[in-house]
């Protein structure tokens, strides 16, 4: 909506005194789900590219958005700080909890840097290149690991 949101605003334009990455994974009974594009970029626009859409533009940027359906999170901010993956989920609208992600229930197992996260998935941080996945229900998927591009 543009609105804030956990206290992260939504400006006309993105914030790089704080830019990071980090990569979100999310598999339901073993299958892949796509992270959306557009996730944090209200009114976005797309621009067809030879990798799929890019959203290029919007009526504002929130902090934590996604500009491709890659699963990497961009984190743009005007202050340097932690943000959580339950600060993005609050962002894109989706509940994240023990049992839930987005309209998907289960068991969920939480994956940061290839190890079992032990905690509440919304307080897992998104730090720079962090590599994080989301199973739910079984079987529980081999880790990914991703190669960030050049430049993120």
């Known amino acids: ?21 980090a990569h979100l994974t999310i598999f339901v009974n073993g299958t892949p789900r796509q992270v959306p594009a557009a996730i944090g970029i209200p009114g976005a626009q797309g621009q067809n590219t030879p990798q799929g859409t890019f959203i290029g533009s919007g009526t504002c940027f929130y902090w934590l958005h996604t500009h491709a359906a890659d699963g990497i999170i961009h ?36 994956l940061y840097n290839g190890q079992v996260y032990r905690g ?3 307080d897992i941080p998104l730090n720079a290149h962090a590599q994080i996945q989301l199973d739910v229900g079984k079987p529980l998927v081999t880790p990914e690991h991703i190669t960030f591009p050049n430049g993120l």
């Open 1 to 21: 909506t543009g609105k804030p949101v956990d206290g992260i605003s939504c400006q006309t334009s993105e914030q790089t005194i704080f830019h990071i990455h």
């Open 75 to 110: 984190i743009e901010s005007p202050v340097q700080r932690t943000y959580t993956l339950g600060e993005f989920f609050n962002e894109w609208g989706q509940p994240l909890r023990a049992h839930q992600v987005g309209p998907v229930t289960g068991t969920v197992t939480a």
């Open 120 to 122: 509440n998935p919304q």
